[in-house]
């Protein structure tokens, strides 16, 4: 006789699903304000181990971190024709402050290029300025009509680099290392989400780009979620915030800006990618909480706590980040539902019966196997353990995306394919006839890729491959 | 023959002096929306350690962080009396988003108590969930008519402290808790600004609290500085959002609420506190860069580089945060001044005669002393020379303020007394009429403390003492 599911299951309603987690793993709450997401202390934690990791890589690219104004006058939007045009649908202005009206409304900043742009402007004199590297940490405001929890919410979190070059080639480098380096690396070598890099389409690009380079992930529904985006911006927004630099002969030059992005949705990308019906999955590597040591309940002599607290201590010494769960008080069943919910990658359990044997339980979240191990071994294992985890959560979800992915040759295969997965298709079948049949039924060219799968240098180049999807 | 001073010195201009030390350490601009600012590389990651340090500190006391939304109905400011009184005139309204006029303007948050609040009230069901410890690192919006950068911003970015308790003895508890074992000790320990602990009189109180306890520090013009304050909310916040709780015989009951709050403005204090007429002068626990290593200017063969690169890696392996600054081609007494102006604590100078001699000079930022020392001796050098200016920083501030405050028995001696300095005065002495008098002088009681220099209990204690000062 099976037990009530918890949450949802994914192949019941994975919407569904998806909003039960984010409720009974006490991962995010809606805002009163339409739209807007309380972020709970669970779920922080691991935003919170995402921003160190891709702070320290953005640091060793050379960025260094700032905070411009949350406040923009509406006139620096309209500075940049396309980017106004992109943002206006979606700012939250105000027109009131200090009791009275503004003589000029504001914008609650939905991106500060133009913000930053100004400032460049003024700090930028030489070629000796340059490259100016920037990032900044910050919440920005985009208002959503059918807003989701991490995926798409008027307020949300996120870093956004800013940099100005003295040449395209240099500007187009960067751009291409933030990919990799610091947004490719962090997906896969942290989050364990294999991603597709690739380049938008000139439909797709973000507003004010000469180039957008994007990330995408399959989801376990087979969607994709776009990831990071890395953008060369041309010499738009240096012509019209006037970005200029005196080159090595003394001529005046219009510099060549970037901008670069990754946000809260990271944390859906989590959800999505990794949770099952037990709950979310947390890769070792990002996971706050690695291992929990939970204690089913004492036993009169106090050896079961003794044990559980020698346990934690080894670990920590170990450099494993623990937690111990010594409640007794609530159901040993309850907690371990709890923190399969919140997707701890390793439960130890220990009870009187297993400390009388020497044991203690080892259950891991991913696969759910549970092994009694003897507990002098324990400490030993547990991070070599995690690493193993760590890969296996990889591979499993490449596996999965790979054999989601099909490679197609008609929009009519693309139909099909795009139910619980990607299409591959030859860039150049993709005509604009093409492109409005899928997007009436809300597919779109996620990117463009070479054969080889990375992101090609022009659109324009011969053997381009179109990755179509659903997306988020 | 001296030279042209880089600032306007502090004796002649002290404001001045402030905005000269912003623009040419490169550490602020003003944002182009009035009230705004742009946090500069340098200082942001002063910022950030501020941060990392205060944080760490927090979740020791057992609070977790999370994040609730910028945006929150203007209804929820109404639900406390004294907290909208308190804020109406300092709220920026958004209208309009989304591309129409909003049914209700939402407020830009100034504090978050009242959204936590509704938040609280939905998680907190039984004393089992008490006590609920909440943190938010955030940026907030109090509209300033007459803004300073980091001093008084219309945008300023903090951590705010929210805290649910079963009872008035555990929230007091734990408000003092905050304030000594989180402000006090960064403050002190970490920033090396010795700070008076008292509490605040009831006219003084932030809006909805029923007793605040602060941290005031003596700026180096004998102005005080709020740094910090950490407040017992009673039950006002409890009552206005239902904050309850069933307790153990199955009652329900009112729970008591604490927050507490600390913001860029400590950036301020720092810069006040420590600067002089050649810049910043940053203690080095604070310090991003504790120690810069400057190649005066590079030989034929390459030794000076050799060694600067040598130094460079014992210092890091040496748990130093050190910076090579090798840029020959920018003037050796531009740079030096340079980092003079950032206040880094010690330089080490490297130049090709030095080199030669097996020596490089180490230069003290506080003290401008200048030492030869043999390169051999100087990696191991480094560590105690930066705790001891630590230290040293500490006792200086400590003196100094100390002899600028002055037990007086007078108001009229408090109008000499708090001409670059604060006053201590018996609290009963100051009547209504005292207060008023003081205020028309835009003098206030900074804090009421025992004789011991401590937060007391009570108001109405006997024996306490009242500081008294001009403030920022």
Redesign the interface.
């Known amino acids: 006789m099976g037990k009530a599911p918890i949450i949802t299951p994914q192949s019941e309603d994975f919407p569904k699903w998806y909003q039960d987690l984010l409720n009974k793993a006490e991962l995010a709450?809606n805002?009163?304000?339409r739209g807007?997401?309380?972020?709970?202390?669970y779920a922080?934690?691991l935003?919170?181990r995402m921003v160190s990791e891709v702070d320290a890589r953005i640091k060793v690219t050379g960025a260094?971190?700032?905070?411009?104004?949350?406040?923009?006058?509406e006139s620096?939007l309209h500075r940049e024709a396309e980017h106004v045009e992109g943002f206006?649908?979606?700012?939250?202005?105000?027109?009131?402050?200090?009791?009275k009206e503004l003589e000029e409304?504001?914008v609650?900043r939905p991106t500060s290029e133009t913000?930053i742009g100004?400032?460049m402007a003024?700090w930028v004199q030489s070629y000796r300025d340059l490259p100016l590297l920037?990032n900044q940490w910050?919440?920005v405001?985009r208002?959503?009509?059918r807003p989701r929890t991490f995926l798409r919410t008027?307020?949300f979190?996120w870093q956004e680099g800013h940099t100005a070059h003295a040449t395209s080639a240099d500007a187009g480098a960067y751009a291409r290392r933030i990919l990799e380096e610091v947004y490719r690396d962090f997906m896969v070598n942290v989050l364990a989400i294999p991603v597709y890099v690739g380049r938008k389409t000139a439909d797709e690009r973000f507003a004010g780009a000469i180039n957008t380079l994007t990330l995408e992930a399959m989801m376990k529904d087979g969607k994709a979620l776009q990831m990071g985006t890395s953008h060369e911006l041309g010499q738009n927004f240096s012509k019209a915030f006037d970005i200029s630099y005196q080159d090595g002969e003394g001529n005046r030059q219009l510099a060549w800006t970037t901008s670069w992005g990754s946000s809260t949705r990271m944390m859906g990308g989590l959800i999505m990618a990794h949770g099952d019906d037990r709950g979310l999955i947390v890769p070792p590597r990002l996971a706050a909480t690695q291992v929990v040591v939970l204690v089913v309940r004492h036993d009169d002599a106090g050896a079961v706590g003794a044990a559980a607290k020698t346990l934690v201590d080894e670990l920590e010494s170990a450099g494993v980040r623990v937690k111990l769960d010594d409640r007794v008080d609530v159901q040993f069943g309850r907690r371990a539902t709890a923190w399969e919910l919140k997707g701890v990658p390793l439960r130890i359990e220990l009870g009187p019966r297993d400390i009388a044997e020497g044991l203690g339980t080892v259950a891991r979240r991913d696969t759910g196997e549970k092994i009694p191990m003897k507990l002098s071994e324990l400490a030993g294992t547990v991070a070599p353990a995690l690493e193993r985890i760590q890969n296996e959560l990889l591979s499993a979800a490449t596996i999965s995306r790979d054999d989601r992915t099909h490679d197609v040759s008609t929009v009519d295969e693309i139909f099909d394919a795009v139910e619980g997965g990607f299409a591959r298709i030859p860039f150049a079948s993709l005509d604009e006839a093409a492109i409005t049949r899928l997007s009436d039924r809300g597919i779109t060219v996620r990117c463009i890729q070479t054969a080889d799968g990375e992101a090609p240098e022009r659109e324009d180049e011969p053997g381009l491959i179109a990755l179509v999807a659903k997306a988020y």
């Open positions: 709450d805002g009163p304000v807007t997401m309380v972020i709970r202390p922080y934690s935003w919170e260094e971190n700032a905070y411009f104004p949350l406040f923009i006058p620096y206006s649908p979606e700012l939250a202005v105000v027109t009131h402050a200090g009791g409304p504001v609650v913000v100004e400032f003024k920037l910050s919440n405001v208002w959503e009509l008027s307020e979190l």
